[in-house]
């Protein structure tokens, strides 16, 4: 998984348009007779454009707006389970001690409230690296038992991606009868998320956290969507993995389920 993770960033901003800048640093020093030397400062020029558009909110909203376009049609289906995919964990350090990240716990608190009562819930997420104490759908169902006081039927213990948290629950579900499901995951991850279940057999109600109406805070109206800022671009990062994550998924088949 960590050479995965490798992979992505190396794909997505800041890296590329960072590299492009340490490359035209370097060709500045050949000798001015070089031809690569007059790419010097063209090079400089188109990767600091790149990252101050990837940075403004302007970008991250039309990037965003791609992303819902990714979604297909909901298909008339009347769910008889919920099920929450994980969104990360905080883990100390020193201590070892983990919790839901921000993301994760949205997702828990959202399908809490918005969820029918009389739904079973299935919470879907493992352990992503190998010093991960406990599986994320463990923290998920814990949080919601504990928290929210709704009972948690399935725990889907081993999945790693979101192709796995598809194959592993799927399998779970159609043990249990299951076939149309609400699911419950961040709109910009819904998309990805509903077609991976989709090829596994299970029907999506989408219940999605959030909505493409938060892309442009008040703060960021005017002059200021085309300012850079760190928010947007975490913003783009997200946005643009989903983007290409949609189309690997769609050239690649569904994972065997997985063990653990």
Not at 5 to 29: D, K, N, R, S, Y
Not at 74 to 96: C, H, I, K, Q
Not at 137 to 165: G, K, Y
Not at 177 to 194: D, I, S, Y
């Amino acid at each position: 998984m960590e050479l995965q993770t490798a992979l992505a960033t190396l794909i997505m901003p800041p890296f590329a348009p960072l590299v492009g800048l340490l490359m035209a640093f370097v060709f500045w020093f050949f000798p001015a007779s070089n031809p690569v030397a007059k790419l010097s400062l063209p090079l400089a020029i188109l990767c600091f454009l790149t990252l101050w558009i990837c940075a403004t909110p302007a970008f991250s909203g039309w990037l965003g707006q791609r992303v819902v376009k990714l979604q297909s049609p909901v298909p008339e289906v009347e769910p008889t389970a919920v099920v929450v995919l994980g969104g990360g964990r905080y883990r100390d350090a020193v201590s070892g001690a983990e919790r839901l990240s921000a993301a994760s716990l949205e997702r828990v608190a959202w399908a809490a409230a918005q969820a029918p009562k009389d739904l079973p819930i299935l919470v879907s997420g493992g352990r992503v690296y190998s010093d991960e104490k406990v599986p994320e759908a463990q923290l998920m169902a814990d949080a919601l038992e504990n928290i929210f006081q709704r009972p948690v039927s399935w725990r889907e213990n081993c999945s790693r991606t979101t192709a796995e948290n598809a194959t592993n629950s799927a399998a779970l579900l159609h043990d249990a009868g299951v076939e149309g499901v609400l699911l419950v995951t961040h709109w910009w991850h819904m998309p990805r998320a509903a077609e991976s279940f989709a090829r596994a057999g299970i029907q999506v109600q989408p219940l999605p956290v959030g909505s493409p109406g938060e892309l442009v805070p008040r703060a960021e109206s005017g002059l200021l969507r085309w300012l850079p800022s760190a928010a947007a671009l975490l913003r783009s990062q997200v946005y643009w993995r989903e983007l290409v994550a949609d189309q690997w998924y769609r050239w690649r088949p569904l994972p065997v389920r997985r063990s653990c």
